[in-house]
């Protein structure tokens, strides 16, 4: 799915957004990353910080199923 996206979002968007979209993939995908690892930093002082950060882990991971199910297959769709 995640090799999917780029091709996806360069196949919906307007063609002026083609490049901008594409791009911002990596750049999101860096940005999460950055994300979770500093929740994980702030989480480990903490006891119970494994489940903060498990439960934060699962959120993008909901709405992200969430915004699959509602997306159209093709543009042609």
């Known amino acids: 799915m995640l090799q999917a ?4 979002l360069s196949e919906m ?3 002026k957004w083609r490049g901008a979209l594409s791009n911002s993939f990596g750049f999101f995908i860096s940005l999460g990353i950055v994300a979770a690892n500093c929740v994980n930093y702030g989480a480990t002082r903490l006891s119970w910080g494994w489940r ?4 934060l882990a699962g959120l993008p991971a909901i709405i992200m199923t969430l915004g ?8 042609a769709a």
Do not use: E, K, N
């Open 5 to 8: 996206t780029p091709v996806y």
């Open 13 to 15: 968007a307007p063609p």
């Open 52 to 55: 903060l950060s498990r439960g």
């Open 68 to 75: 699959a199910l509602l997306i159209s297959d093709t543009p």
